[in-house]
């Protein structure tokens, strides 16, 4: 990990911020920038049309990218323009009845929460939460047995919540869900760029991620995987359009071959070759070594609030490089003062955005802190002492 290199090329770090937010919305490299700008020039100068098909094959290079990122092949991938957009379309090509159920967490995400709920409103579909362990871990016995129990139409997981610094452990549910043949789908925005995801191993039918995050890409860029099982299952959004099918008749089509069926012919051409860029970068890099950079970065920084004074709320086995505290009495106010004060870059979340968690654990919100592979030690140490000295 050359972090000195990686550090020269974010031009948002030259102001001598301590950059901390990386869950939120991450710095892009300059090149990522860069090739968004260089695209929109080119659009500027020839319309849209004709730059895209003048870069048809670099622009492909995106489906190849998040494909190698992500161990599947091109054709399973779909660009999308959020995580959520991902999700929405994924979760739309399953026609629900009355009295279906889906299996999810306590830990899944507030959007996706949200969805279900509207689900269960409008077509009487059941949510099921699967159990945690005192650990926090999923409880993959209660899981089999809700599965025996209900048939579910759908496993939901969030592979690592916005919340908390738990990673739950979604190849554990995988390997249920194949064995009893249910369909599974995996959030995984906050994992994708910050660690190895691999959909052979997790064994989904359907994983969705954003660009911002971890994965140092632009706003308003994501994908979706889509299983070659869920493909030849004809697995399709509900509201179709042309990007997704050939019309054949005056009333009929045929699905396209491709995950590229989830995705609607128009999007932001420059923001999808910005986003092809950070996969790029990643993948240079490499996951493995990203994901070993970054649990060290978090351990120290976990150890070093926590034996300072500050309650740390990440419960678990396995913990991200999502680092969630507050102070002694559960107080978040001087520990955004020191953090502002500093021009360290955070973020909070309050109760709404993790009702069930943070019911549990019986506090109001947490302080987050994400470092990434940019981050270096000095950096952490410098924020473990700030806040330090805060409790003084
Ligand atoms: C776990 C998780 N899932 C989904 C999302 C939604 O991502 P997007 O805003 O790109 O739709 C977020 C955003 O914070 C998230 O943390």
Redo the contacts with the bound molecule.
């Keep these: 990990m050359n972090t000195d290199k990686i550090r020269q090329d974010i031009r948002g770090l030259k102001d001598g911020k301590i950059f901390l937010n990386n869950a939120g919305s991450s710095l892009m490299p300059s090149v990522v920038v860069d090739s968004m700008i260089d695209y929109l020039e080119l659009e500027e100068q020839m319309g849209g049309y004709e730059v895209a098909n003048r870069n048809s094959e670099v622009l492909e290079e995106f489906y190849s990218e998040t494909a190698k990122l992500i161990n599947a092949k091109p054709h399973n991938i779909a660009f999308a323009t959020?995580?959520?957009?991902a999700f929405a379309k994924a979760l739309s090509s399953i026609i629900f009845k009355e009295n279906d159920v889906i299996i999810t967490t306590a830990d899944d995400?507030i959007?996706n929460q949200i969805t279900f709920i509207s689900l269960q409103k409008k077509l009487n579909v059941k949510i099921i939460r699967m159990k945690n362990l005192p650990d926090n871990e999923l409880d993959l016995d209660d899981l089999e047995k809700l599965i025996k129990e209900h048939h579910p139409r759908l496993v939901a997981v969030?592979h690592?919540?916005?919340n908390s610094g738990l990673i739950q452990d979604v190849e554990g549910v995988g390997k249920l869900c194949k064995q009893y043949d249910i369909l599974y789908l995996v959030?995984a925005?906050?994992s994708v760029g910050q660690m190895v995801v691999d959909v052979q191993k997790i064994n989904c039918d359907f994983l969705t991620a954003?660009g911002r995050k971890f994965m140092r890409g632009p706003r308003g860029t994501?994908f979706l995987y889509v299983s070659d099982k869920a493909l030849k299952e004809n697995y399709a959004p509900l509201l179709l359009d042309m990007r997704g099918a050939d019309w054949t008749a005056p009333d009929d089509y045929i699905l396209f071959d491709t995950a590229k069926r989830f995705e609607h012919w128009e999007i932001s051409y420059a923001s999808l070759a910005g986003f092809t860029q950070a996969l790029k970068y990643a993948n240079t890099i490499g996951m493995h070594e990203i994901e070993k950079y970054n649990a060290s970065l978090s351990q120290t920084l976990r150890n070093n609030l926590q034996s300072s004074g500050f309650r740390v709320w990440d419960l678990g086995k396995h913990l991200s490089s999502i680092i969630t505290f507050t102070g002694p009495e559960g107080d978040l106010d001087a520990i955004q003062k020191v953090l502002n004060d500093n021009s360290v870059f955070f973020s909070v979340t309050y109760k709404n955005s993790a009702l069930i968690d943070f019911t549990r654990k019986n506090i109001h919100g947490i302080v987050r802190l994400s470092p990434h592979y940019f981050n270096t030690l000095e950096e952490i140490e410098n924020v473990s002492a700030m806040l330090k000295e805060s409790l003084a």
């Design positions: 959020s995580a959520t957009e995400y959007s969030t690592i919540p916005t959030d925005c906050q954003t994501g």
